[in-house]
């Protein structure tokens, strides 16, 4: 959608449900489409919000919008066929900055648009507040995303100075631990930390497989296994 294109105006109050998971393995984090859905339930129960259909990605990246349930219920809203769209928290709908300021643009940000609402964050853009709660979050995210950015540089450089090959298998060393703990102090979960550690190759604990949420927890908490 550009911005020249014409938003139909909301026709109905039916608020969308939308739950996303991108592995099986999330469901051990307290983020299963099972837990989604009845948050946002029992939200729509509080509000007295007139909740449809709940739309479900299961296997899904949140690193596009280009999710089939997603764009049904952006299509459904753009047509004014559904008046907001309800989630559990809002990186179950994206966690790329530049997508969640386009939405807001071009979909959620004015008065007379469809609504965005968000269990987790407390969130309605139906009122000014709420637009500009989530224009503020967008800015802090992108803040956030950059401070991740120049410590993984930081952490990175550290390693190669130690003499560290990354995509080798040598023994877990105290920079690995200290990327790991700096990436989730600066704000990335251990999920995000370990996609990071991943790309960048830096070696696991056993120096063999993938870096996991709870080897990157591990990890940045010093604790290693044992040799």
Known sequence: MTRRQVLQAPKSNLILGYVRVST????????????????????AQLYELQLGEVIVDAGASAKSLDRPGLQRALAMLRSGAAG????????????????LGDLMETLFGRADSPALLSVGEQLDTRSAAGRMVMNILAVIAQWEREAIGERTRDALAELKSQGV?????????????????DLHEAGASYEHVA??????????????????????RRAALLDQPEP
């Open 24 to 43: 099986d393995k999330q469901a051990d984090r307290g983020v299963s489409l099972e837990a989604q859905e009845s948050k946002i339930r029992a939200y």
């Open 84 to 99: 907001g769209l309800l989630v559990a928290k809002l990186d179950r709908l994206t966690r790329s900055v530049r997508d």
């Open 165 to 181: 090959k990354l995509g080798r298998p040598p023994k877990l060393s105290e920079a690995a631990s200290r990327m790991a703990k």
């Open 195 to 216: 996609d990071e550690m991943n790309r960048l190759g830096v070696p696991t604990p056993t120096g063999a497989g993938r870096w996991w949420p709870r080897t990157a």
